[in-house]
């Protein structure tokens, strides 16, 4: 069999390679990516295996995936490529239409050519986010229910290819499933996310910022722990024409989530802890900076019984333990 990965060579795509790869021999794994800003090989710690290859390419480029489509003939298509920085999309939205919905659309109807309504044993899954849900008020949780109400052009771009996938399962059949994830956090993320910035930020003594009053809340998923989700849904013949919303019950506010990032970093480096804090600079709020996410995940546990490996604590201290090998740090 043949597993199309998009955008694998991303933050949450090469940890899934990273794991998936080697625990299965029999599988190809056909990694395709852009390698725009945000992607790159050195994610990647399994080039050497035999049953993975990489080829660069953009999903936007309707002829190129096609192409690749119909050479490698992929049982299934697991969909991570997207464009995912909240700010970017807020000063450059085009991108985000032209790789979340455009791209997207051209995986679907290549697949739906490809496939020809031979279905078994076939799969398309959309990775996809919280965000679509917009924001929650202090209480209240995110289910696969709670009604669309996206607000910046990521997010909408994301609730968009969400719809897209889903009427292509509802219109033609195609055998789809769709998770929605809160913040990942892990090894590999790009340094400009929130936890890498604050590390990075920390231990060269610079300003850290945070938006507004930092209460905003986000609920946090070790990537791994997502990763294991996806396996579990795209391995699942029940989870056809399915979303399942995939958390960490994590969700602490912005500034929760520093101090405490900065507490681990003062025991593992001697940094005073007091230094660290000092740092901390709360600078003009995000646009249509959403107050709060927090996800349900009882689906995804009671139909397929998943479960995190990892707590925050775990989760938080290997992530620490990462950047700072990476930013030198001894």
Known sequence: MNYLVTGGSGFIGSNFLNK????????N?????????????????????????????DITNENEIKKIMYEF????????????????????PKKFIQTNVLGTFNLLESAKEMWQEDYSEKRF??????????SLEKSGYFTESTPYHPRSPYSASKASSD???????????????ISNCSNNYGKNQHDEKMIPTVIR???????????GDGKNVRDWLFVEDHCDAIWEIISNPITIGKTYNIGGKNDISNWELVTHILTILAKKTGINIDNLVDLVTFVEDRK???????????????????????????????????????????
């Open 125 to 134: 899954h959309h990775i996809s986010t919280d965000e679509v849900y917009g």
């Open 288 to 330: 249509g900076h959403d107050f709060r996410y927090a996800i349900d995940p009882t689906k995804v546990e009671t139909e397929l019984g998943f479960l995190p490996k990892y707590n925050f604590e775990e989760g938080l201290e290997i992530t620490i333990d990462y950047y700072l090998k990476k930013y030198n740090v001894k």
């Open 20 to 27: 998936y790869v080697p625990l299965n021999p029999t599988i």
């Open 73 to 92: 003939k992929p049982t299934k298509i697991i969909h991570f490529a997207a464009e995912s920085h909240v700010d970017q999309s807020i000063s450059t």
């Open 29 to 57: 794994f056909i990694n395709i990516d852009a390698l725009t800003y945000a992607g790159t090989n050195k994610n990647i710690e399994i080039q050497h295996f035999k049953n993975y290859q990489f080829i660069k390419a």
């Open 163 to 177: 719809h897209i996938v889903q009427a292509y399962y509802h219109t033609f059949g195609l055998p789809i499933s």
């Open 201 to 211: 930020n920390a231990v060269n003594r610079k300003k850290i910022p945070i938006y």
